[in-house]
């Protein structure tokens, strides 16, 4: 059964920092792209960022580029992204994404960044 | 950036009736090299994460229903639930999978 839980969210103050963690099972991760989506509290879905499967090649959205940074550790099973320079229009519920190229197929349950002073 | 955009916001429909949901890209979403369209529907119930429904703009995810089916071609497309069942309520996304992702803005389903 594939699974993918989500961690590292919270509260933090405008221009701080966080890191998210992903661990996946039930799959063989390192044979799989992984995406990051957000979704603001009652809107919709932002994606965020593409890692492909060796982490060879990486994708960001305009709105987070050169502020975040995502990575994996394919000996680990496990998915990051860490996030720099955060501002309100950050808060979201974050979700690790299994993708097969641009095409998602399964979604953990996300895990919540606010960002507020 | 391809720009998604989905109509109505919102709709209800009794049970059993027909529900359509319409998804426009602001550019074509062929992809030459197997001739299919990039196009997928996500399924989101209240408290939950997205469920992927439809890739391909017509390819069933395994265990959607058969009343779930996905039509379109070029930039404009359609999501048909054939006869809305109570689990249907739900908002629905389209998403560009040409390239870097983008969504529509999401349809509300519920019943009437």
């Known amino acids: 059964e594939v699974q993918l839980v989500e961690s590292g969210g919270g509260v933090v103050q405008p221009g701080g920092s966080l890191r998210l963690s992903c661990a996946a099972s039930?799959?063989?991760?390192?044979?799989?792209?992984m995406h990051w989506v957000r979704q603001a509290p009652g809107k919709g879905l932002e994606w965020v960022s593409l890692?492909?499967?060796?982490?060879?090649?990486?994708w960001y959205a305009d709105s987070v580029r050169g502020r975040f940074t995502i990575s994996r550790d394919n000996s680990k099973n496990s998915l990051y992204l860490q996030m720099n320079s955060l501002g309100t229009e950050d808060t979201a519920l974050y979700y690790c994404?299994?993708?097969?190229?641009?095409?998602?197929?399964?979604w953990g349950q996300g895990t919540l960044v606010t960002v507020s002073s | 950036d391809i720009v998604m955009t989905q109509s109505p916001e919102s709709l209800a429909v009794s049970l059993g009736e027909r529900a359509t949901i319409n998804c426009k890209s602001s550019?074509?979403?062929?992809?030459?090299?197997?001739?299919?369209?990039?196009l997928a529907w996500y399924q989101q119930k209240a408290g939950q994460s997205p469920k992927p429904l439809i890739y391909?703009?017509?390819t069933r995810e395994p265990g959607v229903p058969d009343r779930f089916s996905g039509s379109g071609s070029g930039t404009d497309f359609t999501l048909t639930i054939s006869s809305l069942q109570a689990e249907d309520v739900a908002v629905y996304y389209c998403?560009?999978?040409?390239?870097?992702?983008?969504f529509g803005g999401g349809t509300k389903v519920e019943i009437k």
């Open positions: 994404v299994k993708g097969s190229g641009w095409i998602t197929d399964f």
């Open positions: 890692i492909s499967g060796d982490g060879g090649s990486i």
């Open positions: 391909w703009a017509s």
């Open positions: 039930g799959f063989t991760f390192q044979n799989y792209v």
């Open positions: 550019q074509t979403l062929l992809y030459s090299v197997n001739n299919k369209h990039s």
């Open positions: 998403q560009q999978h040409l390239h870097t992702p983008s």
